[in-house]
């Protein structure tokens, strides 16, 4: 057995075995000062009451330290397992030339890992671990009396059985609407920072708000309901302990007085550890499929890519909606020519970048941008795909050297916006392909490095670019101007600025607002 527990898995092994250890000394601890107190009732001798003391802290003792090494090899074990996991998924993906740029593709990948990490040590190790202290103590409790016996059963399967399948049928449906109205504030909350001065102009900022307020009000509602789930359990939780405790009080207080506070304290320790089982056991579920979504996707399908950008009668709605985003779209783009893409925020820019990224090879920054649980040096060179030295000298010239290559991204919020901008850039630049499709690229910079961004831009030979800020428009060869997913206005960005006409009133507007 020993010889299929390498790496991580023996890490995990011992982190069980640990994990019951500690729990059952915990247990005892309780149960020999509730014999302790029983025992007070008869005068025992002085030296007995001593030693049952010094049992305890020594009990103590090794409850502590079996907790923390069980803690520390569950943790190393899990890690190591994402690390592995991570390393290997993201090589597949490349080899099958999936589109590791996408939006979907990070977040995927971002909560795939995170999913992993709450499935092992918030999840599968406290669950084993309950499950195996209840089934030591139900062996146990023979000794004790066959009553006890059903009373630990029975408690047993109803909070780690029965608990965790019904609140998983009640909590599944409003966890995913909070999910989904996150995402969506999300979103908004993008458009509203990022594109605040166009819809300033467009006298469109109080509607936003008022979207803004909704969405809000719809998280709250769901996260309320998740919070009565909570409540729910507590409550039922406390009835079962209180009606397990009257069961000991009324079976045994004739026959067995003495084991009577044993007993009762044996139970509400083992209560202290199977109670907080309860809710993580109850996402067992939702968790599981998430990580089944992610891991049978079909990721060796080869997808067929060209450097062909140009699009013809093009129209796309989102699966389940009733509303075209974009609606005959047509764009002829030829390789060195340097295209930007305008129009008010919601008019389907984002949308019309995604189809043609789906289609392309070129490097990718998408609108929103997610980073992976890994280093900075991993984030940069996709786990070492990319040039490591000249990815030193990249953070150098973007102003973000107080960043070491082996410091930890612990999280998406460890970056602002603006340092998500830059290190995404470096990552392009690394890759170094001919063609660049970016999506608000200047977002959150200040002028200095948004000058210094739009000049690395510009060196690309072929460019597609969706973006607010104007500043750089006259760089470009071709605008096209996009409003309620129609291209209303296109052309060479000469030509169309020399007349009155939507892109030259936002030229106008975006100068005048600076």
């Known amino acids: 057995m020993m010889m299929f527990l390498k790496g991580e898995k023996i890490h995990v092994f011992y982190s069980i075995v640990l ?27 002085f030296f007995l009451i001593i030693l049952i003391i010094a049992v305890i802290k020594m009990f103590g003792l090794t409850k502590g330290t079996t907790k923390y090494l069980e803690r520390l090899l569950s943790h190393d074990g899990t890690f190591k397992m994402i690390g592995r996991l991570r390393a290997a998924y993201f090589k597949r993906s490349v080899e099958s030339n999936q589109d590791t740029h996408s939006v979907r593709y990070i977040q995927k990948l971002t909560t795939y890992f995170n999913d992993i990490e709450d499935y092992y040590v918030r999840i599968i190790y406290p669950y084993i671990v309950a ?9 146990l409790s023979l000794i004790v009396d066959p009553i006890l016996l059903m009373i630990i059963l029975g408690v047993s399967f109803l909070l780690l059985v029965i608990m965790p399948l019904i609140i998983s049928r009640i909590s599944r449906e409003s966890n995913d609407r909070r999910l989904d109205s996150e995402d969506r504030l999300f979103s908004r909350l993008y458009h509203y920072i990022f594109d605040y001065v166009n819809l300033y102009t467009v006298n469109e900022t109080e509607q936003t708000k008022d979207n803004l307020r909704a969405t809000y009000k719809e998280i709250t509602a769901n996260e309320n309901k998740e919070s009565q789930v909570d409540v729910v359990i507590e409550v039922m939780s406390l009835l079962i302990q209180l009606a397990a405790i009257i069961g000991v009080i009324l079976l045994f207080k004739d026959e067995s007085p003495l084991l009577v506070p044993m007993i009762i304290l044996l139970l509400m320790s083992f209560f202290e ?10 996402k067992y579920g939702a968790v599981k499929d998430r990580i089944n979504a992610v891991t049978t996707e079909q990721v060796d399908i080869e997808r067929e890519r060209s450097d062909d950008l140009s699009l013809s009668q093009l129209t796309f709605r989102y699966p389940e909606t009733k509303r075209d985003v974009v609606k005959d779209i047509s764009l002829e783009i030829n390789e060195g020519e340097q295209h930007v893409i305008i129009g008010s925020s919601g008019s389907g820019k984002t949308t019309l970048l995604n189809q043609l990224i789906k289609k392309s090879s070129a490097g990718v920054m998408p609108q929103h941008l997610d980073f992976y649980n890994a280093t900075v040096e991993e984030n940069l060179t996709m786990f070492g795909a990319l040039d490591k030295i000249n990815a030193i000298e990249q953070l150098r010239e973007y102003e973000l050297n107080h960043f070491a290559l082996n410091e930890y991204i612990t999280s998406n919020e460890y970056l602002s ?29 200040n002028t200095r490095l948004r000058d ?14 969706a973006t607010h800020d104007l500043s750089h428009l006259e760089s470009f060869d071709f605008v096209h101007y996009l409003e309620n997913g129609k291209i209303i206005e296109s052309g060479s960005v000469d030509t169309v600025l020399s007349h009155s006409g939507p892109t030259r009133e936002a030229y106008d507007r975006y100068k005048d607002s600076l």
């Open 273 to 282: 550890l199977i109670i907080p089982v309860i809710k993580p056991a109850s």
């Open 19 to 45: 994990g019951v250890i500690g729990g059952l000394v915990g247990t005892a601890i309780f149960g020999l000062s509730g014999y302790m107190i029983a025992l007070s009732f008869f005068e025992p001798p």
């Open 452 to 465: 210094k961004v739009w000049k690395t831009i510009f060196n690309k030979e072929t460019l597609i670019v």
């Open 417 to 445: 916006l603006g340092e998500k901008k830059r290190m995404h850039l470096i990552r392009l630049i690394l890759e170094d392909k001919s063609t660049w499709i970016l999506d608000e690229p200047t977002a959150s910079l």
């Open 131 to 139: 499950v195996f202290i209840a089934l030591i103590l139900t062996v």
